[in-house]
């Protein structure tokens, strides 16, 4: 016999749970603590199962008699209902801890564990920085309600405010994370497949680099004048004879550091490459180095920030050091060491090509190429430094005199 709302209404509890039928594998069971809870008893694959449904009141006779139903229609399918509550439930509870900020974080945090795919602390500093412009605009949003005109939207503002590149670098990083997404079963597909094209192309620029060797002697000589803090004099002194990667030198730590080989070893997670790679060192770089060390070191960050020894000085220091010395961004920056060394040491005529691109650590899709000539050159690299430093004397100390030969 079917039940009533009255029947269930007026059930009294008893020493032990017992059950009220009503129809169609429907039932209430009655508990001592006087709770009622809807069950559906059904069979699948021949094996009897029960769903819960819910408590009454809370859930009426008439609900519990259309979740029945429903559950019904899923064993008439193939499905258990049990199963797809749970992963209702799984779905439900993903959805909620994945808002685009929240999944976002969590793919940051494994592309900076990511085994030796791992970002540098730079790329994951600029890569976190760009992310969090979408925070306004869709941060809080859950990332399987994301569309395309959302996404759009977002990177436009950015956009209008003139900063292409980090428009497009923006997208590029919403995509990642959204495919990140996909691979976590939070969302079918990747919103931002279909809107390439949409933003406007940057044009590209050179970072400002001084390529005459007679204006190498002049920028030189300022430096050794600058008066501002003594760290960023060091690395303003430091950064022309080595012309590592700006994120290198600011991120160079004292135990990666063996002055009696004269060997400067930037550990793998540090190099953009992700390979570790050895800069030996001149004289004049030891010099810098012993100079240095007496200011900042034994251990921590060669050039640390003025408020805190535990973080290296910011990404900007150098730059605004060269600033103060009266050099524009367009003739002079951090990143121009690299090009200055490049240009000049090309130039020279001296040094094979491959020992010059083994220094500034530029990549080889050949990996037995690689290999080969990490080994091959190194002596000549051991020399090439020496003479590069010597070379950078002799132009600091005479600005009309640059002869380029090879002792």
């Not at 059930?11 to 032990?16: C, D, I, S, V």
């Not at 979740?67 to 258990?80: I, L, N, Y």
């Not at 060091?234 to 950064?239: D, H, S, T, Y």
């Not at 600033?323 to 690299?338: I, N, P, Q, V």
Request: net charge positive; proline share 5%; aromatic share 8%.
């Amino acid at each position: 016999m079917a039940l009533t709302d009255i029947a269930i209404r007026n059930a009294k509890p008893r020493e032990k749970s017992y059950k009220m039928g009503d129809s169609l594998g429907l039932f209430v069971q009655v508990e001592p603590t006087g709770g009622k809870l809807w069950r559906f008893k059904y069979r699948i694959h021949g094996r009897e199962r029960k769903l819960a449904i819910g408590t009454y009141p809370a859930i009426s006779l008439a609900e519990a008699r259309r979740k029945r139903d429903a559950a019904r229609e899923m064993v008439a399918q193939g499905q258990d209902p049990s199963i797809e509550k749970r992963r209702a439930k799984l779905r439900g509870e993903l959805g909620a801890a994945s808002t685009f900020s929240a999944v976002s974080a969590e793919f940051c945090e494994k592309r900076k564990q990511d085994g030796q795919k791992r970002w540098a602390p730079a790329t994951a500093a600029r890569s976190e920085y760009l992310l969090s412009l979408l925070k306004v605009s869709i941060g809080n949003m859950p990332i399987a309600d994301i569309q395309p005109i959302d996404i759009l939207g977002a990177v436009r503002r950015i956009e209008k405010r003139g900063k292409l590149e980090s428009a497009r670098r923006t997208l590029q990083l919403a995509g990642a994370v959204f495919r990140y997404a996909v691979a976590t079963a939070r969302i079918p597909s990747d919103p931002t497949r279909d809107l390439r094209g949409a933003l406007r192309t940057p044009t590209v620029t050179h970072y400002g680099a001084i390529l005459e060797p007679e204006r190498v002697g002049d920028l030189l000589r300022a430096i050794d004048g600058y008066d501002g803090q003594q760290i960023t004099k060091f690395a303003l002194q430091l950064a022309p004879h080595v012309f590592v990667r700006p994120g290198e030198l600011r991120h160079a730590e004292w135990n990666e550091f063996d002055l009696e080989a004269a060997l400067w070893t930037i550990p793998a997670e540090k190099t953009k490459m992700r390979k570790a790679h050895r800069v030996p060192l001149s004289r004049q770089v030891i010099a810098i180095l012993e100079m240095t060390h007496r200011l900042t070191g034994p251990k921590g960050y060669l050039f640390p920030s003025v408020r805190t020894r535990s973080r290296p000085m910011s990404d900007n220091t150098v730059n605004a050091g060269l600033r103060r010395l009266g050099y524009s961004t367009d003739e002079m920056t951090a990143h121009g060491f690299r090009a200055m060394a490049s240009t000049l040491l090309n130039e020279s005529g001296l040094w094979h090509p491959d020992a010059i691109e083994r220094a500034l650590a530029h990549g080889d899709s050949d990996k037995v190429r690689a290999a080969y000539h990490r080994g091959a050159h190194w002596k000549e690299r051991v020399e090439m430094a020496q003479w590069w430093s010597d070379y950078l004397d002799t132009l600091r100390n005479s600005a009309g005199s640059h002869h380029l030969t090879r002792l």
